[in-house]
Protein backbone atom coordinates (compact mmCIF):
# COMPACT_ATOMS: atom_id res chain seq x y z
CA UNK A 1 0.00 0.00 0.00
CA UNK A 2 1.76 3.52 -0.87
CA UNK A 3 1.86 6.35 1.30
CA UNK A 4 -0.49 8.79 0.17
CA UNK A 5 0.82 11.08 3.44
CA UNK A 6 3.04 13.39 1.01
CA UNK A 7 0.12 13.51 -1.79
CA UNK A 8 -2.62 15.04 0.48
CA UNK A 9 0.41 17.22 1.99
CA UNK A 10 0.82 18.38 -1.31
CA UNK A 11 -2.26 18.90 -2.48
CA UNK A 12 -3.27 20.84 0.88
CA UNK A 13 -0.08 22.98 0.21
CA UNK A 14 -1.54 24.50 -3.15
CA UNK A 15 -5.08 24.95 -2.68
CA UNK A 16 -4.01 26.90 0.46
CA UNK A 17 -0.81 28.68 -1.44
CA UNK A 18 -3.35 29.28 -4.67
CA UNK A 19 -5.86 30.93 -2.23
CA UNK A 20 -3.49 32.70 -0.65
CA UNK A 21 -2.20 34.28 -3.94
CA UNK A 22 -6.05 34.69 -5.45
CA UNK A 23 -6.23 37.05 -2.37
CA UNK A 24 -2.82 38.65 -2.40
CA UNK A 25 -2.10 38.57 -6.18
CA UNK A 26 -4.98 40.12 -7.48
CA UNK A 27 -4.54 44.01 -6.65
CA UNK A 28 -0.73 43.50 -7.22
CA UNK A 29 -1.83 42.42 -10.63
CA UNK A 30 -4.35 44.89 -11.02
CA UNK A 31 -2.16 47.99 -10.03
CA UNK A 32 0.81 46.81 -12.49
CA UNK A 33 -2.02 46.39 -15.14
CA UNK A 34 -3.44 50.06 -14.64
CA UNK A 35 -0.43 52.29 -12.71
CA UNK A 36 1.63 54.50 -14.75
CA UNK A 37 4.09 54.67 -12.14
CA UNK A 38 7.44 54.64 -12.87
CA UNK A 39 8.49 52.09 -10.30
CA UNK A 40 6.18 49.46 -12.31
CA UNK A 41 9.19 47.64 -14.15
CA UNK A 42 11.35 47.43 -10.61
CA UNK A 43 7.95 45.30 -9.26
CA UNK A 44 7.57 43.34 -12.14
CA UNK A 45 11.04 42.41 -11.96
CA UNK A 46 10.82 41.69 -8.24
CA UNK A 47 7.51 39.27 -9.07
CA UNK A 48 9.21 37.53 -11.79
CA UNK A 49 12.01 36.93 -10.12
CA UNK A 50 11.32 33.09 -8.95
CA UNK A 51 11.12 32.50 -12.70
CA UNK A 52 15.06 32.71 -13.25
CA UNK A 53 16.42 32.31 -9.73
CA UNK A 54 17.83 29.02 -8.80
CA UNK A 55 14.94 27.26 -6.43
CA UNK A 56 17.98 27.08 -3.71
CA UNK A 57 18.42 30.62 -3.78
CA UNK A 58 15.44 31.46 -3.22
CA UNK A 59 15.24 28.84 -0.81
CA UNK A 60 18.07 29.52 1.44
CA UNK A 61 17.26 33.45 2.11
CA UNK A 62 13.84 32.53 2.53
CA UNK A 63 14.86 30.23 5.50
CA UNK A 64 17.30 33.15 6.54
CA UNK A 65 13.94 35.31 6.57
CA UNK A 66 11.77 33.07 8.70
CA UNK A 67 14.30 31.10 10.54
CA UNK A 68 13.54 31.94 14.56
CA UNK A 69 16.70 34.00 14.68
CA UNK A 70 15.02 36.89 12.05
CA UNK A 71 12.19 39.96 13.13
CA UNK A 72 9.68 37.74 11.31
CA UNK A 73 10.26 34.33 12.69
CA UNK A 74 10.49 35.65 16.30
CA UNK A 75 7.31 37.29 16.01
CA UNK A 76 5.82 33.97 14.55
CA UNK A 77 7.15 32.06 17.63
CA UNK A 78 5.97 34.79 19.81
CA UNK A 79 2.43 34.41 18.58
CA UNK A 80 1.88 31.11 17.35
CA UNK A 81 4.56 29.11 19.84
CA UNK A 82 6.35 27.20 16.42
CA UNK A 83 8.58 28.16 14.09
CA UNK A 84 8.29 28.67 10.71
CA UNK A 85 11.09 26.59 9.49
CA UNK A 86 10.37 22.99 9.03
CA UNK A 87 6.56 23.65 9.40
CA UNK A 88 3.53 23.85 7.13
CA UNK A 89 3.05 27.49 7.34
CA UNK A 90 6.63 28.19 5.95
CA UNK A 91 6.32 25.84 3.51
CA UNK A 92 3.07 27.77 2.67
CA UNK A 93 4.95 31.12 3.14
CA UNK A 94 7.85 29.79 0.67
CA UNK A 95 5.00 28.52 -1.76
CA UNK A 96 3.61 31.83 -2.18
CA UNK A 97 6.86 33.40 -2.84
CA UNK A 98 7.77 31.06 -5.11
CA UNK A 99 4.24 30.73 -7.27
CA UNK A 100 3.87 34.23 -7.14
CA UNK A 101 4.88 34.78 -11.33
CA UNK A 102 2.09 32.25 -12.17
CA UNK A 103 -0.57 33.92 -10.29
CA UNK A 104 0.25 38.06 -10.83
CA UNK A 105 1.28 37.63 -14.52
CA UNK A 106 -1.90 35.75 -16.09
CA UNK A 107 -3.89 38.21 -14.36
CA UNK A 108 -2.20 41.67 -15.18
CA UNK A 109 -2.49 39.92 -19.05
CA UNK A 110 -6.27 39.40 -18.23
CA UNK A 111 -6.74 42.79 -16.86
CA UNK A 112 -4.54 45.07 -19.66
CA UNK A 113 -7.07 42.67 -22.25
CA UNK A 114 -9.97 44.39 -20.42
CA UNK A 115 -8.95 47.94 -22.02
CA UNK A 116 -9.88 51.17 -20.85
CA UNK A 117 -13.34 51.70 -22.24
CA UNK A 118 -15.39 49.03 -19.92
CA UNK A 119 -13.99 51.17 -17.64
CA UNK A 120 -14.10 54.57 -18.64
CA UNK A 121 -17.89 53.16 -19.34
CA UNK A 122 -18.37 52.20 -15.54
CA UNK A 123 -17.20 55.50 -14.55
CA UNK A 124 -19.50 56.98 -16.66
CA UNK A 125 -22.20 55.97 -15.01
CA UNK A 126 -20.59 56.87 -11.71
CA UNK A 127 -19.44 53.60 -10.70
CA UNK A 128 -16.83 53.70 -7.71
CA UNK A 129 -13.56 52.02 -8.10
CA UNK A 130 -14.37 49.36 -6.19
CA UNK A 131 -17.70 48.45 -8.11
CA UNK A 132 -15.70 48.83 -11.02
CA UNK A 133 -12.93 46.43 -10.29
CA UNK A 134 -15.72 43.73 -9.08
CA UNK A 135 -18.03 44.13 -11.82
CA UNK A 136 -16.67 44.88 -14.75
CA UNK A 137 -12.76 44.20 -14.82
CA UNK A 138 -13.33 41.01 -12.80
CA UNK A 139 -16.08 39.35 -14.71
CA UNK A 140 -14.42 39.91 -18.04
CA UNK A 141 -10.88 38.37 -16.65
CA UNK A 142 -12.53 35.31 -16.07
CA UNK A 143 -10.36 33.16 -18.26
CA UNK A 144 -7.19 34.74 -16.62
CA UNK A 145 -8.39 33.92 -12.91
CA UNK A 146 -8.59 30.21 -14.04
CA UNK A 147 -5.48 29.84 -15.93
CA UNK A 148 -3.40 31.77 -13.01
CA UNK A 149 -5.54 29.51 -10.46
CA UNK A 150 -4.84 26.27 -12.13
CA UNK A 151 -1.07 26.89 -12.85
CA UNK A 152 -0.37 28.60 -9.59
CA UNK A 153 -2.00 24.73 -8.55
CA UNK A 154 0.27 23.21 -10.58
CA UNK A 155 3.14 24.51 -10.01
CA UNK A 156 3.10 24.59 -6.34
CA UNK A 157 2.47 20.68 -6.93
CA UNK A 158 6.11 20.56 -8.57
CA UNK A 159 8.23 22.37 -6.10
CA UNK A 160 10.81 20.94 -4.64
CA UNK A 161 14.58 23.11 -4.14
CA UNK A 162 12.14 25.58 -2.32
CA UNK A 163 10.01 23.34 0.07
CA UNK A 164 13.42 21.33 0.32
CA UNK A 165 15.55 24.15 1.88
CA UNK A 166 12.29 25.64 4.00
CA UNK A 167 10.60 22.55 5.09
CA UNK A 168 13.59 19.83 5.31
CA UNK A 169 11.97 16.44 4.81
CA UNK A 170 9.80 15.73 7.78
CA UNK A 171 7.12 12.98 7.38
CA UNK A 172 3.44 13.99 8.02
CA UNK A 173 4.33 17.66 8.31
CA UNK A 174 6.73 19.10 5.43
CA UNK A 175 7.53 15.52 2.97
CA UNK A 176 5.59 16.62 0.02
CA UNK A 177 5.34 14.60 -3.61
CA UNK A 178 8.90 16.08 -5.00
CA UNK A 179 10.80 14.99 -1.66
CA UNK A 180 9.09 12.09 -1.32
CA UNK A 181 10.13 11.15 -5.32
CA UNK A 182 13.88 12.47 -4.50
CA UNK A 183 14.06 10.41 -1.40
CA UNK A 184 12.65 6.87 -2.95
CA UNK A 185 15.33 7.45 -5.59
CA UNK A 186 18.35 7.93 -3.12
CA UNK A 187 17.34 4.76 -1.50
CA UNK A 188 17.10 2.96 -4.79
CA UNK A 189 13.08 2.42 -5.02
CA UNK A 190 13.06 3.17 -8.61
CA UNK A 191 9.46 1.38 -8.46
CA UNK A 192 7.87 4.25 -6.41
CA UNK A 193 9.57 6.79 -7.66
CA UNK A 194 8.66 6.32 -11.17
CA UNK A 195 4.75 5.60 -9.49
CA UNK A 196 5.16 9.13 -8.52
CA UNK A 197 6.98 10.77 -11.39
CA UNK A 198 5.01 9.70 -14.02
CA UNK A 199 1.59 10.72 -11.68
CA UNK A 200 2.98 14.35 -11.79
CA UNK A 201 3.61 14.27 -15.58
CA UNK A 202 0.04 12.92 -16.28
CA UNK A 203 -1.12 15.39 -14.27
CA UNK A 204 0.99 18.53 -15.29
CA UNK A 205 0.07 17.47 -19.28
CA UNK A 206 -3.64 17.21 -18.28
CA UNK A 207 -3.43 20.72 -16.45
CA UNK A 208 -2.09 22.41 -19.17
CA UNK A 209 -4.44 20.68 -21.55
CA UNK A 210 -7.36 22.12 -20.15
CA UNK A 211 -5.64 25.41 -19.79
CA UNK A 212 -4.88 25.63 -23.86
CA UNK A 213 -7.90 24.11 -24.46
CA UNK A 214 -10.17 26.49 -22.01
CA UNK A 215 -7.91 29.77 -24.14
CA UNK A 216 -8.82 28.22 -27.28
CA UNK A 217 -12.74 28.30 -26.79
CA UNK A 218 -13.13 31.37 -24.29
CA UNK A 219 -10.82 33.82 -26.55
CA UNK A 220 -10.83 37.27 -25.11
CA UNK A 221 -11.90 40.54 -27.48
CA UNK A 222 -12.16 43.57 -25.26
CA UNK A 223 -10.43 46.51 -25.59
Known amino acids: MPDLGPLWLTLQLALVTTAVLLVLGT ?4 WLATTR ?20 VLGFYLLVLLSPESPLGRLWVTVTGDALTFSFSGLVVASVFYSLPFMVQPLQGAFEAVGGKPLEAAASLRA ?30 GEFGVVLMVGGNIPGKTRVISIAIY ?34 RFPVHVR
Open 27 to 30: PLAW
Open 37 to 56: SRVRPAIEAITALPLVLPPT
Open 128 to 157: SPLDTFFRVAVPLSKRGFLTAAVLTFAHTI
Open 183 to 216: EHVETLRYAEAHALSAGLIVFSFCVLLVVYTFNR
